[in-house]
C-alpha cells in the first residue's frame, strides 16, 4: 500500500516517499483541494500516519480536513 512508502525504512521507499510529497506540496493552491486515500489493514498504522502527516501539514500553515470511513466498522454492525 501507499502507506507502507511513506512508513517504509528502504533508501528507495524513503526517496519515492519525499518526491510524493514534494508534487503534493507544489500542486497546493490555497483556492484549490486535494486528497489522499489511505488504505489498508487493521493495525498498519495508518492512524498514526494520518496524525503524523496532519501535524506536519498544520505546522506548515495547511489547514485540513480528515474524513475516515472504516469498512471493518460497517461490516461489524451487518453482522449485528
Request: aromatic share 8%; charged share 20%.
Amino acid at each position: 500500500t501507499k502507506l507502507l512508502l511513506i512508513e517504509s525504512k528502504r533508501k528507495q521507499d524513503h526517496e519515492n516517499a519525499q518526491k510524493l510529497l514534494s508534487i503534493l506540496q507544489q500542486s497546493y493552491n490555497p483556492k484549490k483541494t486535494f486528497r489522499i486515500g489511505i488504505s489498508g489493514p487493521p493495525g498498519v498504522g495508518k492512524s498514526t500516519f494520518i496524525e503524523s502527516f496532519g501535524q506536519t501539514l498544520i505546522s506548515q500553515g495547511y489547514r485540513i480536513a480528515v474524513i475516515v470511513r472504516c469498512i471493518f466498522s460497517l461490516l461489524i454492525v451487518r453482522l449485528l
